[in-house]
Every structure is written in structure tokens, then in C-alpha cells.
């Protein structure tokens, strides 16, 4: 039997972090063992906050049994939750009870390296189908369909049978196909050459004249491939020549429109999807096999086999007098698989309670599905909803202007006003200026300049931040603006590198995300000497060190020197730096990745050389960010006890943020949930 189930509806600031620890705080109260409660977050500081929360307010009323022994409990991010239950039967599972788990960082890039090659056997075999079809971009589709089947939990087989499934959805879709399609191309051509010869004629408008070069191009086409797209088998249906050329045009336009009935596009698009999620099951074993080789499991791993435990009928009996209470944070965050995996954890407590905002689902993380959510809040049958709906974090003003845009967006998704429109509990000061403020850029010609322009509008606030009142979160009385309380959101991470480069310029620092700073020259300099301290066959981060170490490394003009083997002999023993970590490389080996990287940037001089450059203040910034990166990598290896290395955190700098996205829903088959 299921046990109740309650879903607190909350947006950002509506206190639903006080509303979590009182909900546990109530349950222990109750009678609930303070070790039998189960509550997931999904980051650490979350987890360590809201433990912190309960254990205080269980010693403000006196049970101090109960906050130490909640620290028993399973409290913690979802990864470490499942992670221990694994662990604890370990045994029962036919598992090691020493649990090798990849870093996120460690396993995208094992992960991207295996797909990649896959990949590229599929593109030598299907290149002439993806070209047909136009699909350059195949390669990220593969990714995609990677990435979304492993959140959903689907194996190698299964992502294989969703070839066959896209297949007939989308042959249903198409017409018919017509008979002897080498007849078909034969028409076409032929078409297409007797307008040649007698096109332009008399007519000299332009729109003949874009036929006759389209007529051309695709001739030729054929004539070097052996075929033509069938992009441009749809575009010669379309062509539009002057009105005198009509009659000579529309055989073309006869032959060409059959292209949708053409049973060799209808091939092409059916070993196009096979390709597709070959490619991807093959990538999903192949990456499954290399993990298997080296003793390790990945996150996603985690929560597949921690679904398998809780669907064992024996094991969830025996997790019945250890889990009581279950409760989960952010639940919109959750992917298909943590969905099942939270719809099992209820079947096994007494209790279940989700909190979360259904808007934010929106933003897909880690393949979170909006629909999926929305489908969860209104099919599961004992389901009790209660909307948090105050605002204690945004000002009055801010909240109705969020109202007036938002509500009627997530009406139009079917979500009701009274999910969505908050009760703003905070005033406006009357001091305070106007929430919202609209900056345009006036003669903005390009991307650099709009980074200007901004830089312009955040100086132009602080010049008059007793304008701009705001309420201290630590003291909760207002105080003038400072420039640490502005937030710039970029939709790229090179944007966000030129607005912060455009502001330092007006003598403001900023720093920017990790992706963003490691595109910075002074963080590319620093990871060069730390890569040729590492490997001193790495001739790239040499060429990067003089580059960069050059006074004239704008300019390239070592380039030419560097290209001769003698000169670049000669350039090297004329840099006192690299015979410096040539000689420190010895002292590396008792060191850790944060340490290493500081003997680089003191060995390499890197703070003198980058306050050369100018714009000091913000390069030395982005010094110490990278130096607060290597202190989050030792952080992470430690929590998953794997050995922090300094090839380990190069590896970790290389892994891209965004590896792989959601696929469009209707090309994965629908059978986990």
C-alpha cells in the first residue's frame, strides 16, 4: 500500500526550506525515530542546511536524542542517499560493498570520449544518408538520445527498439510511396535540363535568374554526387520564376513535388533513425562495458540499481522498519528515473512529502520534463496539494511584475493562476527606486559594444547607489547599493566574458562562471603552465606559455621563430620560466592538485605577467576562482573517495558544462514509466 503523499507547491522564496524542517521537525514530534527519516536534496550545502535547521530546532525543544541520532538518518544529496543504501546491501544485491563512483566531471568526459568514437564509425558508414537528409547536426542528436535515455533508465536494447517505434510513428505521417524511383530522377533531371536550354529567354527579372542558378546548382550537384539533397528536391518544387518563364519551369515543378513519395527518402529516413540509436546503444553498452573494466559506476548507475533494490519485494519489506518518513527537495529537479525512484521510496514510508515548484520544470535539468510533471501532480490518486504562495525574498513592486508576466504564460500550459501568482510579503521601501528598470542600446553595432553599453549602465548605478536602496540580508535594514549585489545573466559564457572584460575596463572587478573563466587568457596561461609542469611533452602549453609570456603575444610575432625547430630551441632556453618548472617538476609528487597549481602560478610568475596585461584587479580575480575550481575537484574526489590527481583535475577543467541536452519527446518509447 501506498503511503500518503504530500506535494508543498513552493517558488523561490516562499520559505519552503523553513517549511521542509518543520515538516520534519513535526514528524519526529509524532513519534517518527529521528534515524528513519529519509530527506534528499540535490546539492550538499541543501542537505547540510536543512539538517542544520532541524538539529536546532530539536535542541530548542529540548531533545537532544533526536538531533543527535537524525544524523543517522538518510539525509543528504540524492547520489549520497542511494549511494548508502547500495552500500548497505551491497551483499543481498550480488554487489562490492567498495563502490568506485565517478565524479560527474570524470564520467562526462569518459563518457563523451567513448560516444565520440562510436560516433564517428556511424558517420563513415551513414555519411551519404545524413548528407541527403541534411542532418549535420546528427551527431548532437545522438548525444541527446544518449543522454535522455540514460536518465530515464532505458538500456542498451531498449534505446535499439526506439528505431523501430520512431519509425512507425512517423511513416504514418508520410504518403504513400510511388513506384520505380529511378524513373522519378530520371524525370527530374530531364526537367531540370530542358529548362537550362531555354531558360533565361527574354526574361531578364531577377527571380529568372535565381532559377536558372538554382537549375544549375542542382545539375551539378548530381552530376559530382550522384545525387541531390532532399532539401533541394522540396526546393525545386517551389521555384518561382518571372511570369514569362512559367510554362517552361513548371515541369520541374511536376517532377520535383513527387519528393515526399519518393521511397528512397522514405529509406534514407528510416536508416537515419537507425543510425541514430544504434549509434546511441552502441555508445550506452560500449561506455557500460569500459565502466564495468575499470570497477566503476557513475550517478546515473547509482540511481538505476538503487531503483532495482527498492523494487526487490524482500528488500523493501526489510527498508520498511528503516525508512518511515520520506522527504524530497526540489522535487521538480527530479529526472524520469529519480521519479521512479521517489514513487517506490512511497510504496516502502508511512509518509511521503515532495516540495517543489512545477514552473521550474521548465528549465529542463537533468532532463526533467514539464509534461512528466504536471502528468505526476494530477494522476496519482491520494495526492494532497498545498500551495506555498507568499513571497518573503522579492519586493512588492518586483513580485506583481512577475504576477502580470508569468501567469497568464503558465495559463496558457494549464496550470491555474492560484498555482502560480505568489503574495508578495515584503513592501516596498519608500526609498527604495523602481524595480524594474529598461536599458537600451542606443547605436549598438555588435556584441562587444552591447558588453559596453552594460558596463556603462552598471557604472552609471553605482555613481548613484544611494539611489538604490536595498535590504541587507544579514542586518534586514536598508542600505545603499554596492557593487557586489549586481548580477549580470549572459545567455553565453563568452557574453559573460565581455561584459566582465567591458567592466573591469571602467575599473569595476567582476568575475564570471567556471566555463566563461577558463576562456580568460590569464586562466589559459595559468592552466598551460600547469599542464607543461604535468607533461613537458605538451608542446601546446609550451607555445601557450611564450605566447602568452611574450610582450607582444597580441601581436603572434614568436609564432614564426617557434615554427623552425632550431629557433624553437632557441626560444626556449631563453625563457628562464620554463627552465624554472622544469626544475620544480620534481617537486610536484607529494602534492595536491591545488597545491600543484600554485607552485605553477608562483614558478611561471603568472601574477606579474597578467598584471602586465592590465585590467589587474579582475585577472587576479580569475586567478583565485581557478584556484577555488581546484579546491572544489579535491572536494568531489574526496566525497566519492577516489585519489585527487593533478591529471585528474586537468581532465576535470576539460569537461564542458552542457555535454549533452533533452531529445524531442516523441522519439524515445515510452516504456519505463
Known amino acids: 500500500m501506498s503511503g500518503k503523499l504530500k506535494l508543498l507547491s513552493a517558488g523561490a522564496g516562499a520559505g519552503k526550506t523553513s517549511r521542509l524542517s518543520d515538516e520534519i521537525l513535526t514528524s519526529i514530534q509524532n513519534g517518527v525515530p529521528a534515524e528513519n527519516i529519509m530527506a534528499t536534496t540535490f546539492t550538499t550545502k541543501a ?25 543517522d538518518g538518510y539525509v543528504g544529496t540524492m547520489n549520497s542517499v542511494f549511494g548508502r543504501l547500495l552500500r548497505e546491501f551491497a551483499l543481498e544485491m550480488g554487489l562490492s560493498p567498495v563502490q568506485k563512483v565517478l565524479a560527474e566531471s570524470e564520467a562526462s568526459s569518459l563518457f563523451h570520449t567513448i560516444a565520440a568514437e562510436v560516433i564517428d564509425k556511424f558517420y563513415r558508414d551513414y555519411r551519404q544518408v545524413f548528407i541527403r537528409l541534411g542532418l549535420e547536426d546528427w551527431r548532437d542528436h545522438v548525444l541527446k538520445i544518449l543522454s535522455l535515455a540514460r536518465e530515464n533508465g532505458l538500456e542498451p536494447e531498449d534505446v535499439q527498439n526506439c528505431a523501430d517505434y520512431s519509425w512507425e510513428i512517423m511513416s504514418a505521417w508520410l504518403p504513400g510511396t510511388l513506384a520505380n524511383p529511378d524513373q522519378l530522377e530520371e524525370d527530374l533531371k530531364a526537367a531540370l535540363r530542358v529548362a537550362k536550354s531555354e531558360l533565361p529567354g527574354g526574361d531578364s527579372t531577377k527571380a529568372t535568374a535565381q532559377v536558372v542558378e538554382d537549375i544549375d546548382s542542382a545539375l551539378k550537384e548530381w552530376e559530382h554526387n550522384g545525387y541531390i539533397s532532399w532539401q533541394l528536391w522540396a526546393k525545386l518544387s517551389k521555384l518561382k520564376p518571372g511570369a514569362k518563364s512559367r510554362d517552361a519551369v513548371s515541369p520541374i515543378h511536376a517532377a520535383s513535388s513527387v519528393h515526399d513519395r519518393h521511397p528512397r527518402l522514405h529509406q534514407d529516413m528510416k536508416d537515419a533513425m537507425d543510425a541514430l540509436f544504434s549509434c546511441a546503444a552502441e555508445a550506452m553498452e560500449t561506455y557500460a562495458v569500459e565502466k564495468s573494466k575499470r570497477g566503476l559506476i557513475d550517478f546515473t548507475d547509482q540511481e538505476a540499481l538503487a531503483l532495482t533494490l527498492l523494487q526487490n519485494e524482500q528488500l523493501a519489506e526489510v527498508l520498511k522498519d528503516r525508512i518511515s ?97 505568489l503574495d508578495p510579503k515584503r513592501a516596498d521601501k519608500q526609498e527604495q527606486a523602481m524595480a524594474v528598470e529598461m536599458w537600451s542600446y542606443l547605436n549598438s553595432k555588435n556584441q562587444l559594444s552591447d558588453a559596453a553599453h552594460i558596463a556603462k549602465g552598471v557604472k552609471t548605478v553605482l555613481a548613484q547607489k544611494d539611489k538604490y536602496i536595498i535590504v541587507d540580508k544579514i542586518s ?136 602586465r596585461w592590465g585590467q589587474g584587479d579582475q585577472r587576479l580575480a580569475n586567478l583565485d576562482a581557478l584556484r577555488k575550481i581546484a579546491i572544489k575537484y579535491e572536494e568531489t574526489a574526496a566525497t566519492n573517495g577516489s585519489a585527487a590527481t593533478t591529471s585528474g583535475f586537468l581532465l576535470f577543467l576539460k569537461v564542458p558544462d552542457d555535454l549533452v541536452t533533452r531529445l524531442i519527446g516523441q522519439f524515445i518509447h515510452p516504456t519505463y514509466l
Not at 547540510?48 to 544524523?71: H, M, N, Q, W, Y
Not at 567592466?503 to 600547469?530: D, R
Open 476 to 611: 534586514r535594514e536598508p542600505r545603499p547599493l554596492k557593487a557586489g549585489d549586481i548580477a549580470i545573466l549572459c545567455r553565453a559564457n563568452d557574453e559573460c566574458v565581455r561584459v566582465a572584460e567591458a567592466l573591469s575596463k571602467l575599473g569595476i572587478s567582476a568575475t564570471v562562471g567556471e566555463s566563461g573563466l577558463l576562456a580568460t587568457p590569464e586562466v589559459v596561461f595559468a592552466a598551460a603552465a600547469l599542464r607543461y609542469l604535468v607533461d613537458p611533452n605538451d608542446t601546446l602549453a609550451l607555445a601557450e606559455l611564450i605566447h602568452f609570456s611574450s610582450d607582444t603575444w597580441g601581436e603572434g610575432r614568436w609564432l614564426s621563430g617557434w615554427l623552425d625547430q632550431e629557433n624553437r630551441e632557441e626560444i626556449m632556453a631563453a625563457e628562464p620560466f620554463i627552465q624554472a618548472l622544469d626544475h620544480a617538476r620534481g617537486k610536484m609528487v607529494q602534492m595536491s592538485p591545488s597545491e600543484v597549481l600554485d607552485l605553477a602560478l608562483v614558478t611561471a610568475k603568472v601574477d606579474e605577467v597578467v598584471l
Open 325 to 421: 518518513d520520506v522527504f524530497v527537495d526540489e522535487f521538480q529537479d527530479s529526472s524520469p528515473l529519480q521519479i521512479a525512484l521517489n514513487m517506490q521510496l512511497r510504496r516502502i514510508a508511512q509518509r511521503a512529502t515532495w516540495v517543489g515548484d512545477v514552473k521550474q520544470a521548465i528549465y529542463g535539468f537533468r532532463g526533467t520534463d514539464p509534461e512528466l510533471m504536471q502528468t505526476a501532480m494530477t494522476s496519482i490518486p491520494d495526492l494532497a496539494i498545498e500551495v506555498l504562495d507568499a513571497s518573503y525574498r522579492s519586493r512588492q513592486s518586483l513580485v506583481e511584475f512577475v504576477n502580470a508576466i508569468f501567469v497568464p504564460v503558465f495559463e496558457a500550459r494549464g496550470m491555474t493562476a492560484e498555482r502560480i501568482a
Open 47 to 71: 542537505a547540510e542546511e536543512l539538517i542544520e535547521r532541524v538539529r536546532l530546532k530539536l535542541l530548542e525543544s529540548g531533545d537532544s536524542t533526536s538531533a543527535a541520532r537524525i544524523l
